[in-house]
């Protein structure tokens, strides 16, 4: 699956800044590793939610980690991109119930800059344009 250009975003502010960045291009934004399990679902929908706007052309992708109870719920509440780093035998399962709802599970996170760190801000216009 090709995705837009991924960035790990650590809160509302940081995501709302990614956008106003990307003016416009296309843009995943993905939680940091293992947020599902430790932040929750509820939160990351929340964020991206109050985070876009109508005309942001975004893709969303919730980092679960290893914790395939966080995952399952991630499908159940309608998240559509999740990465959950599991053994093959849960992988495969949650996989296939991913497709039966129209979402997609990821074995791995995709590249990103992670705008936790100062420097990938400089770059992350060029990141975007590379696109």
Known sequence: MK???AVIVHGLGMAQAA???AAGRPLTLLSGEGAGAYAGVAWWQALVAAATVP?????DVL???GAAGRALEALRAGQKLIVLRAGDVVWQDLAWRAANLG???LADAPPALDLADRQAWRGLDAWL???
């Open 3 to 5: 995705l837009p250009p």
């Open 19 to 21: 956008l106003a960045t």
């Open 55 to 59: 005309e942001a052309c975004i893709c």
């Open 63 to 65: 980092d679960c980690g």
């Open 103 to 105: 979402a997609t599970l």
């Open 129 to 131: 344009a590379a696109g």
